[in-house]
């Protein structure tokens, strides 16, 4: 148990449908991340959030949406997906700090694009 | 400019037996390195961590990395695998500069009976 939470922990989800990843952490971090991981590729950083504010967007397409109400939560909107979107999401948090902390990741939310 | 090559993209050995997964990194500055696990289906566990203090370094489950500037290396190593140690492993690098950090591309263990 790292502190970090993710729900669900799998979902199958429509192409035209609509749904939302959640996150939620009680570590005092006020760092959070999403990040993709699809089989056989390397871990992909999606979204960056220090103190609520987005500070990285690594070129994401917009059918996915973060939203961060507070430092403790963040969620991942979903709509429109295609089933190249079908991987696990990661959501991590950590201290801010530049450098020397480490980030905590939740268990991840498997999901499938049919 | 940073990078990190785990310079193996799959590792087996067998019970008993030790275990080294090879990291090799690149950058500008004094770096963190990170080792992550990654069992099927979960999140990322951090195994441990080099922080400019001790080059060797000691983590959960009888793993360590030893931080070689000379190699720009943080191989991870143990002396005897266990079957719970099957699991992808991460090398994870990151500068003081900023909040940017690199993962490879991952090394996945498999552990024979």
């Known amino acids: ?114 | 400019a940073q990078s990190v090559t785990q310079l193996d993209s799959h590792v087996s050995v067998s019970e008993g037996t030790p275990v080294l997964l090879r990291c090799n990194y690149s950058s500008s500055y004094s770096p963190s390195l990170f080792w992550y696990v990654q069992h099927p289906n979960k999140g990322l566990q951090l195994l441990l961590k080099y922080t400019s203090a001790a080059t060797l370094v000691k983590g959960i489950n009888g793993f360590e990395a030893e931080f070689k500037k000379s190699e720009t290396s943080f191989h991870l190593t143990k002396p005897s695998a266990h079957m719970s140690d099957a699991a992808e492993y991460f090398c994870v690098v990151k500068g003081t500069g900023g909040f940017k950090t690199i993962f490879g591309a991952g090394t996945r263990l498999f552990v024979k009976a």
């Open chain 1, 1 to 114: 148990e790292t502190g970090v939470t993710q729900t669900p922990r799998h979902l199958v989800m429509g192409m035209t449908n609509k749904k939302s990843l959640k996150c939620e952490q009680h570590l005092g971090h006020n760092a959070m991340y999403w990040y993709k991981q699809s089989a056989k590729k390397p871990l992909e950083l999606m979204f960056v959030y220090n103190f609520k504010e987005q500070t990285e967007n690594n070129s994401v397409p917009s059918r996915f949406s973060p939203e961060c109400p507070n430092s403790s939560h963040l969620f991942l909107h979903l709509h429109t997906l295609q089933p190249e979107d079908s991987a696990l999401y990661l959501c991590a948090s950590s201290q801010p700090t530049a450098g020397r902390t480490e980030a905590f990741f939740g268990q991840g939310t498997r999901l499938t694009v049919v």
